[in-house]
Structures are given as structure tokens and as C-alpha cells.
């Protein structure tokens, strides 16, 4: 089941706010994860603040062609919050 995302916004360098239908919401950091030549182009910071919400296909979507699909996005955000309810974080 994919969960539609809502809303996402740029935070500070390359943390996203993210918000979906189920209430589920919160940071993510892609810092790490934009070492793959296909995400390149968002190391500039300017591109990455450039983000828009394809909300049809569920992804997040850059000019420069990049598009991320938020189901492993949610799937960490549910993760850390199943976490520190449990008092691992």
C-alpha cells in the first residue's frame, strides 16, 4: 500500500519536511544519499530548493530531471517514529 505524500518543503541544506495522508510527517536528511551520479545535480542547493510535488505519480520532482519516489522516504519517517516510541532514539 503506498501512502500519498501531501506536502514537502526544503529545511535547511538537504533536509526535506515531508507530510503524508495518514498524518505521518517529518525531516529527512538526503545528504547521504546524493552521491549517485543521478542525483547530482542537487548538490547544488539552489536546484534542491527548487522542489515540486508530482502528486499523481507520488514523487518529489526537481527541474533538473531529478524525481524521487517517497515510499522509502515514508517507510524511514515510520521507522523512527516506531522507534522512539519504543525508546531507541
Do not use: C, H
Not at 500519498?4 to 526535506?16: D, F, S, T, V
Not at 517529518?26 to 549517485?36: C, F, K, S
Amino acid at each position: 500500500m503506498t501512502v500519498r505524500i501531501i506536502a514537502a518543503w526544503p529545511l535547511e541544506r538537504y533536509q526535506l519536511w515531508l507530510a503524508y495522508a495518514d498524518g505521518t510527517e517529518g525531516a529527512v536528511d538526503l545528504e547521504q544519499q546524493l552521491a549517485p551520479w543521478s542525483l547530482e545535480p542537487l548538490r547544488d542547493v539552489r536546484e534542491f530548493r527548487r522542489l515540486t510535488l508530482n502528486r499523481s505519480q507520488n514523487l518529489l520532482v526537481w527541474p533538473s530531471g531529478v524525481d524521487l519516489d517517497t515510499s522509502a522516504l515514508y517507510r524511514e519517517l515510520r521507522l523512527r517514529k516506531r522507534r522512539k516510541r519504543v525508546g531507541f532514539l
